[in-house]
């Protein structure tokens, strides 16, 4: 199954969701796609008996696609999953991930392919206006859609996004409901039920050619205020266009924060089992140097 969904959507949220909310008898593997270098998701998707594979500096949808089918194939021989998650990075053409996996060799078995992608309710509307064919492309190929972020519009606003996800694609099924009342399993089946086998001529989908990303190892520890005041300072233009950025950044004490900033938003959550800073920027036409001066790294990984 793939969840797809756009730079900071909340793919990793619904993960946690559905790895939760699963049968722990269950046989679950998780194969993640990360566009930067450094992988940052891992830690907050580790569970006693999940296999988890990672794939780094790329899309799945393209430039490793060959590695994309390898790691299948050994989850599939390794693990014998019962139900495969797939992130796939969030600038990646859905439509071309489906038809990668519809491809897949005889070897990876033959599971019925079905993706489900998660919204940005507050973003939407201008995603939708100012990213392109890929991220319509997420909307279009989807069997089901999860609206995140509802609580930072208004009813107004999130019917105008359902209105336009329907527009969009009016075969998938909309959810649009706070996370804690999302029924998964609800979720699941209709993905499975609508998601639609990709035969017919394409445009290629990706998107990795207008996006770039930078890591850093932020070692200053800092309180969360700090935290806090220097991300909001992603917002300057000079920096490029940031549109995400995530990690572990160190606080006080030994204390470790996860961060996740898009546009307008910064978060910081108290997180366990840290062992090193890493924070990962992705944007359009960054200022490498002007984004090493704000965060001060003792190195980039």
């Not at 993640?32 to 594979?53: H, K, W």
Request: glycine share 8%; hydrophobic share 40%; net charge negative.
């Amino acid at each position: 199954m793939l969840v797809s969904g756009f730079l900071g959507a909340g793919k990793t949220t619904l993960i946690r969701r559905i790895l939760d909310t699963a049968d722990r008898e269950r046989r679950i593997a998780l194969l993640e796609n990360e566009f930067g270098t450094c992988s940052v998701d891992d830690l907050l998707l580790q569970r006693p008996g999940l296999a988890i594979r990672t794939l780094t500096s790329g899309c799945i949808c393209c430039s490793l696609a060959g590695a994309f089918a390898q790691t299948i194939g050994d989850l599939v021989r390794t693990q014998s999953p019962e139900l495969l998650l797939i992130e796939p990075s969030g600038v990646a053409g859905m439509s071309d991930l489906l038809r990668i996996c519809q491809q897949l060799p005889p070897e990876c078995g033959q599971p019925q392919v079905t993706a489900l992608t998660v919204v940005d309710a507050e973003m939407h509307l201008a995603y939708l206006e100012n990213m392109g064919s890929f991220y319509s492309d997420q909307i279009h190929c989807a069997g089901a859609l999860v609206c995140s972020k509802l609580d930072l519009v208004s009813q107004e606003e999130a019917q105008a996004v359902c209105d336009s996800l329907a527009k969009e694609n009016p075969e998938a099924a909309i959810f649009a409901c706070p996370w804690e009342a999302l029924d998964i399993p609800l979720l699941l089946e209709a993905a499975r039920a609508r998601t639609a086998p990709q035969t017919h001529d394409h445009v290629h989908h990706h998107s990795g050619h207008l996006f770039t990303s930078r890591a850093f190892r932020p070692e200053t520890p800092r309180d969360s205020a700090a935290w806090q005041s220097l991300l909001a300072e992603l917002e300057r233009p000079q920096l490029g266009r940031v549109l995400r950025a995530k990690g572990f950044l160190p606080g006080p004490n030994g204390t470790w924060y996860q961060v996740d900033y898009t546009p307008g938003r910064v978060y910081l959550h108290p997180q366990s089992g840290v062992q090193e800073s890493r924070l990962v920027v992705i944007g359009s036409e960054l200022n490498g140097e002007g984004l090493a001066a704000l965060l001060d790294p003792d190195h980039a990984c």
